[in-house]
């Protein structure tokens, strides 16, 4: 009779919610039952956009980055899908924190929901954090130090001492999990630069990359920039950006003292996936893909990578997490 049950439950019962799966892993302390989610910005404003995120086949839902205030965002077009990949100078349009706490309050999914904050100032990045931090339902921020699309507000990430002293101040009274996204950087003693203030906080994780900022896509045939804000500058993502996100996964997960990378950049195919975990990433976020297939992308990334897992005999995501070898 036992084993009547047991063979029941294992070929025809759908899927325990528990089981553990292939792709399972954990960022730190925090596990998920799959290693890829939605990165922030992509179709994760809304609440109906978080709630069809929340019954997709992802590890996390994250929401789009928070202010204060409600925003409106930059005039469209503000987003564009370009050959290999997106362009976007979105402003951070958002519903503003109240929103996003409000919805963090009643979450229910069986995955954690991650909230990203992006104040315009130390100051509002404080105020947003004290404001979560007393909030029920948030599994973690991701504080973005990486927005490239507010005219006059450079990227945090690209100065370091700016950074550290936001994060002071942020660790004086912030005692739940946080972690950072980061612009892509392209030089080596920047990476040493970043890393080296980075260790000192107790950060729940680092996400690399944010788009790579201010890119220039022209429409030929209007001989115009492609997206009207800024000039159509703006934050590049997909395959254009997925040799530097590789770059600052690996490098980052490298000089980190075991702080967990979460990958973000370039990632179309199973495969793209399999090389963020190869250099260090614990989760893999989709942005662009996202953007460009809609949720359809969760499944058939998860499968891809599960068949290439197969192929080279890896049963779980630590088998090659963080092995990339030498030639
Ligand atoms: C926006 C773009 C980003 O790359 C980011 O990290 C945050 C916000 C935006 O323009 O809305």
């Not at 927005?147 to 945090?156: A, D, E, H, R, Y």
């Not at 195919?269 to 992308?297: N, P, R, Y």
Request: hydrophobic share 40%; proline share 6%.
């Amino acid at each position: 009779m036992r084993f009547v049950a047991l063979a029941f439950s294992l070929t025809l019962c759908p899927k325990p919610l528990m089981r553990p799966t292939a792709i399972e892993t954990e960022i730190g302390q925090i596990p998920l039952q799959n290693c890829l989610y939605n990165a922030s910005g992509a179709r994760c404003t809304t609440g109906e956009e978080l709630d069809s995120l929340a019954r997709a086949p992802t590890g996390a839902v994250l929401a789009k980055s928070a202010t204060i205030a409600y925003r409106k965002g930059n005039p469209k077009p503000r987003y564009r899908d370009i050959p290999f990949g997106s362009i976007n100078a979105m402003g951070l349009p958002n519903l503003g924190i109240d929103f996003y706490l409000d919805y963090a309050a009643a979450f229910s999914a069986e995955k954690p929901l991650f909230l990203s904050v992006a104040g315009l100032t130390t100051a509002e990045n404080h105020t947003l954090l004290k404001r979560i931090q007393k909030a029920a339902g948030v599994g973690a921020v991701e504080l973005n130090l990486s927005c490239p699309n507010i005219p006059g507000k450079p990227q945090t990430g690209y100065d370091v001492a700016q950074t550290e002293h936001l994060l002071q101040g942020v660790f004086a009274f912030y005692d739940k999990p946080l972690g950072v996204k980061l612009p892509p950087y392209f030089d080596r003693v920047h990476f040493d630069q970043m890393a080296a203030v980075l260790n000192r906080f107790p950060l729940a994780f680092v996400t690399c990359i944010n788009s790579m900022g201010n890119g220039l896509h022209i429409d030929v045939e209007r001989e115009t920039a492609s997206l009207k804000p800024k000039g159509g500058f703006g934050g590049i993502g997909g395959l254009y950006a997925k040799p530097t996100a590789l770059a600052n996964v690996n490098r980052f997960y490298k000089l980190l003292d075991g702080i967990p990378i979460v990958g973000c950049g370039g990632v179309q195919t199973g495969t793209d996936v399999f090389e963020h975990i190869l250099c260090g990433a614990s989760a893999v976020q989709v942005g662009t893909s996202l953007m460009k297939e809609g949720l359809a992308c969760f499944t058939r990334l998860g499968e891809e990578l599960q068949s290439l897992m197969r192929e080279k005999g890896y049963v779980r995501v630590a088998d090659f997490k963080g092995k990339l070898k030498s030639l």
